[in-house]
Structure formats: C-alpha cells, structure tokens
C-alpha cells in the first residue's frame, strides 16, 4: 500500500540522479568507464533512497498505532473487561424483568408479546468476540490492504484468540439458561470455521435451531436486521454486543450526521441493552469519513480523513 506513495518523489529522485550524470568529453574507453561508474553510483544512490522512503512510508502505515493498541495496551483489556462486566450486570437485570428487550422493534410490542420467549444474547463476532488484530499485523508487515481472499485464508486459520472477557461472560451466558448467538458479517463459506474457532476457544455454540448467523446464509441475510428479526421471532433478546454500529442498527454506512442522528435515536439502549466494544482498527466509522468512495486510492482516502479533523476553533 504504502509504495503508492513514492511514485512521484521516485521520478523526481531519478530526474535528480540523471542531471548529476555529465556526458563525456569523448569516447575513450576511460571516459566511457567513468561515465558508466558515475551512473551507477547515481543508481545505487537512488535504489538507497528509494528503499529508506519505502521503509519511512511503512512505519507510517495508518493501521499501525490501532493495532498495537489493541495487542499490547492494558487499556484495551481493560475497557473489554468492563463492557463484558457491564453486560453480565445488565444480563442479570435483563432475566429479572420480563418485559426487557434490546431489540427495538420487540421493545415496542406489549411485553405479552415476547416475555414467555427463550432468552438470548446476540453478539457479533469480529473484534467483539474473536481478536483479529494478527491479521491487521500481517497486513502492516507485508504491506498490503484488506481483501477477501486474505480475509478468507486468515479465517481458516482458525486461530483468533477470545477478545478479553468475552469467553467467561458467554460461558456466563450460557450457565444462566441464555442462548448464545453470534451475528456475524463472515461469510456462509466461512461458517465451518468461525464454529470451529470458537468451539476450540471454549465459547459455547448450541444450536437452537443456530448459533452462528453468517452473512448469506439464508435468502435476504445479506443486512444484519433481517437476522436479528429472525432472533426477535424466536427469543425475547436480552442484550445486543458489537464494536460497529450496524450490529445494532442498520444502515450504518451512511453519513456522519445521518449516524449521529441515528445513535441519539436510541439512547436509551445505549449502556443497558447494547453493549459496545472497541475497535479503533477498521469499521463504517472509518468509511464515514470519505463518503465510503472505496475507489479512491489510500492517499486520497487519507486526505479525506485528514479533512475531517476539527481543532477547538473549527468547532466554535
């Protein structure tokens, strides 16, 4: 990704290199060797150049202080530990009041509605539940951006550790009589392995009918509010996890207004029934920020990002 960046200071450097470059005086052969030693000293100087921008490029990469936050700092454990701390509080408030919903539309019926349904928490996967910030390293290290084949390959791996907290408040969950579902925006080819990876990690994953929503795995499971409907016709849900806005409410690649307006809609379910966990690395926040025109190149991606900042003076 970063190489992008070098090809017009790379043409500069090189029409610099050609101009230091005099022709000879004649066509002895001393005068030819010289000229020939002059131009590759020129060109070793340039590959040296090249490789220090490339090398400066990358230690800039975008994802790099994201991803270190989310492996090493004791403030992201922290702040995992404390939703899931928070959500076990709520969990247990939710069982004791029949007429509790985290999913809007549910919460709108009567409570004789939906009160003598099985209880269930509806947990995405990625970065609320699985830690894939090994991925996000090996995308830094090699120099490259997300894509699904990548994505894909990582998955069946199926070696995602249990983001903090995550395992004993499922296990939590689960002991209380609460079905666990994962509503993930994985693909259906991918099922297979996001069940195993869980399973191997000790998340419970019981199927009444399905534990694992994946992304098309039914007609119209594109969206994540169709497969919450299916969980809403089936269980009075009590909780809803994520760390993006559309494991809650959709559609959430919209604007930044059109967001803002849509989190203020549902503030009371902000901190009781929905639970938000970190993630500074990626998440339609990030595509919010240049109109989600994935066509632009990094560089323009990042100029928009840049836009975006406001000091205390462009606020007032």
């Known amino acids: 990704m970063c190489h992008k960046y070098l090809a017009s200071g790379l043409i500069v450097l090189l029409m610099v290199g050609c101009g230091t470059s ?57 702040v995992t530990r404390s939703a899931y701390q928070l959500a076990e509080e709520m969990l247990t408030r939710a069982l004791a009041d029949s007429s509790w919903s985290a999913d809007p539309e549910q919460a709108d019926r009567p409570p004789s509605q939906y009160r003598d349904k099985p209880p269930a928490v509806v947990l995405d996967v990625d970065e609320t539940v699985l830690d894939n910030s090994p991925y996000q390293a090996r995308l830094i290290r090699q120099d490259a951006s997300y894509d699904s084949e990548s994505w894909a390959a990582w998955t069946r791996e199926r070696t995602a550790d249990p ?60 969206p994540k509010a169709p497969r919450r409907a299916w969980v809403a016709d089936r269980y009075r849900t009590l909780l809803l996890m994520g760390d993006n806005l559309g494991d809650f409410v959709e559609p959430a690649d919209t604007s930044l207004t059109a967001r803002r307006q849509m989190a203020d809609r549902y503030d009371r379910f902000w901190g009781t029934r929905w639970i938000v966990l970190p993630n500074p690395q990626y998440g339609s926040w990030e595509g919010a920020l240049f109109d989600y025109d994935y066509s632009l190149s990094p560089l323009d991606q990042l100029r928009q990002k840049r836009s975006r900042l406001e000091t205390k003076q462009d606020r007032d």
Do not use: C, H
């Open 22 to 78: 005099r022709p000879p005086t004649g066509d002895s052969p001393t005068a030819l060797r010289q000229q020939a030693d002059s131009l590759a000293r020129a060109a070793d100087s340039l590959k040296a150049e090249a490789e220090r921008w490339k090398t400066e490029a990358q230690l800039r990469n975008p994802l790099l202080d994201a991803t270190l936050w989310t492996q090493t700092a004791v403030e992201y454990d922290g």
């Open 163 to 222: 983001v903090p907290g995550a395992r004993a408040f499922t296990q939590r969950a689960d002991s209380m009589g609460v079905q666990v579902i994962y509503l993930t925006n994985r693909d259906a080819s991918l099922e297979d392995a996001t069940r195993d990876n869980l399973e191997q990690l000790g998340f419970p994953v019981r199927d009444a009918p399905d534990a694992v929503l994946t992304q098309g795995e039914r007609s119209g499971w594109e």
